[in-house]
């Protein structure tokens, strides 16, 4: 090793004794957003848009600052790139505007699957909930209103709302998977049931709200050797098949189970007679699920339910560490496709997540409690302060070492990286008892669905 040499792995190293997470985040960022790699995903992908001039890299490269706040703005952050693109500001709206959303989804599950084979290599990886069953959480998220910059908007008051999606995360690693994004804000979560059923593998264990309580769902789950884990939907009809037998209490009340039919399907029926009722007057908690109570007990079931809040709290993230939701960007395949880059982005604080757990957790049992305690906003502060300087300290050279290394050999580099940082400085700070909740009834306005106005004024 050359002085050069020698000196560029000091300048890392004292990144990592101070920024180790912003190092963390920076390699994985670097091996999974590879510019060949993500090239030949937009050529795999895209179905009517080509490469001229401007890379689909190249967007994502500008792009992951905006989602990273690092710019407020796609136009800031290209009067802002190291080299002069060569497309006007134009271009790279358009091109950014016309993305499809199969790209969106396809960048979603590539980039997951490559952070998934990172983290099962990680040593001391959080257990499975359920031998044998691998369990994924299904939840809709809907973008809020952007500005009204197109013409189509510009004579309403109403928000105007650039479409929504299907999120699945795994709940053997955290990671948000899979991605049905579509442009019509309108879209009931309960018609993409076919996008949602060509992700169903056998001993797959579904776990979703009521609005995916319908046969479609369930049967459909059922049909592909699956399982499902689902809270009942007053419109779904129930018929009882049996007695219903007590299965002892928990903290919310007393269950029962029994068995039921909805259509042609038979599943069980897990209830909890709650000692306080919920927010919207129901006394009543109904589970549905298919599992054989052998394999899942209703305590077990129930308590497995209550973990949907993780998806809905990967969402908040998104939308307070990372920029999920630009504003600015009111055609719906471009603000999906933010969002879509917000997941991935996402998706990298898990795998750093998952290696502190592992690094600093003592047993495989201890480190989703371990990871539990982290604080994504500690994390995503630390790469917002650390990465610009790290970037221009650091070459490239040094990035591309860590970029060649074999995945046993990078899972192990960042679980060394992971055992240095100084865990206390990003647990989660303790809060103190909840207060009682409140009803609160509040007027919503109109709202657009822009994917609408925008077919209608192309039919005008």
Known sequence: MDGEDKLMDEILKRFIEATPVAVMVQATLRRVFADSALDALFE??????????????????????????????????????????????????????????????????????????????LPRRRESKIAGLRLRTLDGNFLAGTEHRLDCLRGYGAAALPGMSLVVRDGGTGLLTDLIPCEDAYTNERSLFSDV???????????????????????????????????HHLGTQLHAQGKMTACGSNASGRIYEQRVRIGWLECRCIIVRLHEPLRDGSTELRILTNVPAKRLSAKRALKLYHTRWRIETAFQELTENLRCEIDTLGYPQAALFAFSLAVAAYNILVVTRAALASAHASTASETEEVEETLSSYYLAHEVAGATEGMLIAVPQKTWQ???????????????????????????????GPQKPSTVRRTWRGAHRSTARLLAKKAHK
């Not at 290209?78 to 969106?104: C, W």
């Not at 992700?199 to 049909?223: H, K």
């Open 44 to 121: 795999r992908s895209a179905e009517s848009q080509y490469t001229r001039e401007l890379t689909f890299s190249t967007v994502i490269g500008l792009m992951v600052e905006v989602v990273t706040r690092k710019h407020p703005s796609l136009n800031a952050a290209y009067r802002h790139a190291p080299q002069r693109l060569p497309v006007t500001v134009a271009s790279l709206y358009n091109k950014v505007n016309g993305l499809e959303t199969g790209i969106s989804s396809a960048l979603v599950h590539e980039t997951a699957t490559a952070m998934q084979a990172i983290v099962e290599k």
């Open 197 to 231: 059923l060509a992700l169903v593998c056998s001993d797959d264990l579904w776990l979703a709200d009521r609005n995916f309580c319908t046969m479609d769902y369930l049967g459909g789950i059922a049909e592909r050797k699956a399982f499902f884990l689902v809270r």
């Open 401 to 431: 070492s860590l970029v060649r290394m074999t995945l046993p050999e990078f899972a192990g580099w960042l679980t060394t990286v992971a055992a240095r940082a100084q865990f206390w400085r990003y647990r989660k700070s303790k809060r």
